[in-house]
């Protein structure tokens, strides 16, 4: 069965950090592409960053945090990362990890992606 379990969220300062976690099983992680998302209160779900399949370290991340996030992978754990940096309440959301084989043009496509987390929030307030 495959499975994506995603942690690491709670309530953090404008300014600071949380490093969400995105444990996966029942597949070969190797083999996919594992995205995070994140959904803020009343708008659409929005892509935040992706780790290529293939074994290597090829990352992709939206403008809106290039320079403070930072996605990784760790082959060994079958676990995916999300290190935040320079939290802006702006960034308050549910963020979700999510596994699929979308090619680059379409990493920003939910349905591109088969298998979903369950979310963990992220609130950035003062």
């Known amino acids: 069965e495959v499975q994506l379990q995603a942690s690491g969220g709670g309530l953090v300062q404008p300014g600071g950090a949380l490093k969400l976690s995105c444990v996966t099983s029942g597949f070969t992680f190797r083999d996919y592409t594992i995205s995070w998302f994140r959904q803020a209160p009343g708008k659409e779900r929005e892509w935040v960053a992706a780790?290529?399949?293939?074994?290597?370290?090829?990352?992709y991340y939206a403008d809106s945090v290039k320079g403070r996030f930072t996605i990784s992978r760790d082959y060994a754990k079958n676990t995916a990362y999300l290190q935040m940096n320079s939290l802006k309440p702006e960034d308050t959301a549910v963020y979700y990890c999510?596994?699929?084989?979308?090619?680059?043009?379409?990493?920003?496509?939910?349905?591109?992606?088969?298998?979903w987390g369950q979310g963990t929030l992220v609130t950035v307030s003062s």
């Open positions: 780790t290529r399949s293939g074994g290597g370290s090829v990352t």
């Open positions: 999510a596994r699929g084989r979308p090619p680059v043009g379409s990493l920003r496509n939910t349905g591109a992606y088969t298998y």
